[in-house]
T-cell receptor, first 112, second 107 residues
Framework: KAGVTQTPRYLIKTRGQQVTLSCSPISGHRSVSWYQQTPGQGLQFLFEYFSETQRNKGNFPGRFSGRQFSNSRSEMNVSTLELGDSALYLC???????????FGQGTRLTVV | KNEVEQSPQNLTAQEGEFITINCSYSVGISALHWLQQHPGGGIVSLFMLSSGKKKHGRLIATINIQEKHSSLHITASHPRDSAVYICAPDNTDKLIFGTGTRLQVFP
């Protein structure tokens, strides 16, 4: 069974640009969550999607958005990138909400 | 005060030693996850537990819901156990994370 796949693995963007990250969950999993990891703040919850609906959102500005498609694949978008958005972005999938989470390898975003 | 406190922050051990990592939390939870993160970033879910004790190989996780405390134990530690271990209580809305414990096991 394939694991959670995140693309791309590495990304370099310039301040002010926007970026879209992709997450393909484990087949059959309907819940996808996104997290940001930085050296200063550690791991922080961004949002959770289930059946194409955002169920929960963390304390991040509106520049951070996401969506989930009917096949459960999810994308997150960050607009007007700032240097502080440089981080490892992780997604996790679970069969249902509040069940065991399986993490992807992450996308390392560098904003210059 | 942080909602999740992990101790110790750093831990070094000799191969074969018994390791304990502690996690205390202040929020109500439906479950608690223990995660392992190796250099390079990938995270592996080790346990999800809501009561009692779970064992997988050399790893044991326990939780006391009344005391809001969980522990992760590694028996007969091995250099390949070197990683960051993260406690993540699930307070129904979302996972909240401890700062992690960096474990180094030397041969």
């Amino acid at each position: 069974k394939a694991g959670v796949t995140q693309t791309p693995r590495y990304l370099i963007k310039t301040r002010g640009q926007q970026v879209t990250l992709s997450c393909s969950p484990i087949s059959g999993h309907r819940s996808v969550s996104w997290y940001q990891q930085t050296p200063g703040q550690g791991l922080q919850f961004l949002f959770e999607y289930f059946s194409e609906t955002q169920r929960n959102k963390g304390n991040f500005p509106g520049r951070f958005s996401g969506r989930q498609f009917s096949n459960s694949r999810s994308e997150m978008n960050v607009s007007t990138l700032e240097l502080g958005d440089s981080a490892l972005y992780l997604c996790a999938s679970s069969l249902l909400m509040n069940t065991e989470a399986f993490f992807g390898q992450g996308t390392r975003l560098t904003v210059v | 005060k942080n909602e999740v406190e992990q101790s110790p922050q750093n831990l070094t051990a000799q191969e074969g030693e018994f390791i304990t990592i502690n996690c205390s939390y202040s929020v109500g939870i439906s479950a608690l996850h223990w995660l392992q993160q190796h250099p390079g970033g990938g995270i592996v879910s080790l346990f999800m537990l809501s009561s009692g004790k779970k064992k997988h190989g050399r790893l044991i996780a326990t939780i006391n819901i009344q005391e809001k405390h969980s522990s992760l134990h590694i028996t007969a530690s091995h250099p390949r156990d070197s990683a960051v271990y993260i406690c993540a209580p699930d307070n129904t809305d979302k996972l909240i994370f401890g700062t992690g414990t960096r474990l180094q096991v030397f041969p």
